[in-house]
């Protein structure tokens, strides 16, 4: 039996934590920043998509360049890039210096993203593989939940700048350990070799949508797409609509905390279930259900009770289909473009996520009631169940997960 690669996972799973540390630090703080930097908390709502714009070109750049000169360097140069970033937060003085800190932030987050899930799934037996991406992906929203635990605990002790001082020390005390302890991918290995051909070294864009790839990758980041726009949307909007469903402040957030550990959990689990059914079947139930407990958010809005077993529900199947999608990804490209092959799926969701807020936003301002709202956020899910079934019929995906 073939020994698994502990350090490999240890070592990825870190760097996915600090990913997810960083990104949900910032929402709590956002008011305290505001005034800090006197600037009204408005402001931040181009600074949340300056960082997901980051992401999707630190996705599709770095993947590529992890293809071409290893994935180990551009995670010790991705690790690093989001330390300085989250440092360089905390000694922001402006809302410009913050604003370019943020971009350079989810740049570095976007680009070790696509790089510790290929790298990881290199080191995997293939009938392992999805099981061990969604399971190492389960590590980006348990470091969120740290990060949103430890903005609360410090802000009002310490001040918002503890928070990013912390995140940028443990990732820079973290790229050393990668450097040394990290192995690089086997194929960068190979290409290094005298008689290693130059086109192993190269991944372009053309080898994902060519080579018979091409239907297949398209139906992928439709499916991507869709389901990041759920993800995203549902944690960025449910406070605010269920306050105009007439809820408290206190008791629509705590819906956030909901939707978070029903994500933890979602994710985890589905990385269980793989070993059993397949990932077509896991992601279209996983979308289907994720479609149908959205809806009853905001149909059931009178309900608290309702609310709660909803949201935890729909955090559940939305992150158990996300970590799917990326487990999926990694599975279906060969080794010398799987770096590119995910990123490239992160990066085309991204646009979901830059989207995606600002569609609800124009329904909030048609004065949509949250019923309705809710219903058209599921609608989504439901697209990327449909893509993910004609994914499913490519020849493509039938050769990667036999």
Known sequence: MQRLPWRVYVLCGLVAFLDGFDTQSVGPAADSMAASIGIDIQAFGPLFSASQIGFLIGAVTFSALGDRFGRKRLLVAGTMLIA?????????????????????????LGGVAPNFISLASEFTPPALRARVVTLLWAAVPIGGMAGSFLSAFTLERFGWQ??????????????PVLAWLLPESREVRRSATPDAGGAQRVAPLRTLLGEGRGTATLWLWLACWMTWTVLVVVGVWTPALLQRAGWSLSMAASMLGLLNAGGVAGTVL??????????????????TAAAASIACIGALAHSFAAVAIAATLAGFFSSAAGGSLLALSASLYPERVRATGVGWSMGVARIGAVLGPVGVGLLVGWQWPPASIYAAIALPAAVAAVAVLLLSRTATFRTAIR
Do not use: N
Not at 84 to 93: D, I, K, N, P, R
Not at 270 to 287: D, F, K, N, T
């Open 270 to 287: 589905i990385g269980a279930a793989l070993r059993y059914v397949s990932p077509q079947r896991a992601l279209m139930v996983a979308l």
């Open 84 to 108: 300085l970033s989250s440092l360089g937060t905390a000694l922001a003085a402006s809302y410009s210096q913050l604003l370019l800190i943020r971009i350079l932030a989810g740049i570095g």
């Open 162 to 175: 503890a928070i990013f001082l912390l995140g940028g020390a443990a990732p820079l005390l973290l790229v």
